[in-house]
């Protein structure tokens, strides 16, 4: 009966083989749950800064009703504006720093469309005091598009005119005014150069007479310019009396 049983046993095994049958399934394993996505991100803060000083200018750039007061749909568009700039803090209030930002961004199509710079073959560096911009163009093309500046306050006004950089100092300390960081420093005119500003680039209401920049875009100039280069200004700064 043994021998029998164990015959039997692999005679079935052969068909199963041989035939292509299979065993009856056994039981199914529950699918997998299907994995969570990553999570929303929580919807921003309501914006509710204040009416700000450049409040008509904002809103008329945005095309939003000017009325020079603040709603919370302007505080959301200039709050937009801000972090597209990448501006901080971006937090919907039209300051200084987001108005002169705005006017920068506006003469980016064609900052010399007054023909206020003079056009050369060679690299002039065009400073803006009337709205505040610098940029570089070589011929009529702008190789540095047009950034925010700080010039001199009152009193010590950057001086207009032609000038060229006669030296460059990429970390320099200021000698005048209590050993004042003043990086990547391209001098033009009797110690006035364009640098770098930390901080605040609108603080004081202005500078001793240079051109200050925010530390990369004066990183950036100083990639690009070189001794001997010339250095435009013309114009004057908002809030000085000549």
Not at 88 to 112: E, H, I, K, S
Not at 159 to 167: A, D, K, L
Not at 216 to 234: I, K
Request: aromatic share 8%; glycine share 10%.
């Amino acid at each position: 009966m043994a021998t029998g049983a164990i015959r039997g046993a692999a005679a079935l095994a052969a068909v199963l083989a041989l035939g292509g049958l299979t065993r009856p399934p056994g039981p199914q394993r529950p699918p997998e749950p299907a994995a969570a996505g990553a999570p929303r991100s929580a919807p921003e803060a309501p914006c509710t800064s204040r009416t700000g000083p450049y409040q008509r200018e904002l809103e008329a750039y945005l095309e939003r009703p000017v009325d020079g007061i603040q709603s919370p749909a302007d505080c959301a568009a200039v709050r937009t504006f801000q972090q597209a700039q990448g501006l901080r803090p971006a937090d919907g209030y039209a300051d200084l720093g987001t108005y002169r930002t705005m006017v920068a961004v506006q003469a980016r199509p064609d900052p010399n469309a007054q023909g206020l710079c003079p056009v050369r073959p060679h690299r002039v560096t065009c400073v803006d005091m009337d709205r505040q911009l610098l940029w570089v163009q070589r011929d009529a093309k702008v190789v540095f598009a047009p950034v925010p500046i700080r010039t001199g306050r009152d009193t010590q006004e950057t001086r207009p005119g032609w000038h060229e950089v006669y030296w460059r100092d990429e970390d320099h300390y200021s000698s005048l005014y209590d050993n004042s960081p003043m990086p990547y420093s391209q001098f033009f005119d009797e110690g006035q150069a364009v640098h770098g500003h930390r901080g605040d680039l609108y603080d004081y209401g202005g500078s001793a007479g240079c051109v200050n920049l925010t530390v990369p875009d004066a990183a950036r100039l100083w990639d690009l310019l070189t001794e001997g280069d010339a250095v435009y200004v013309w114009g004057t700064k908002p809030g000085t009396d000549d």
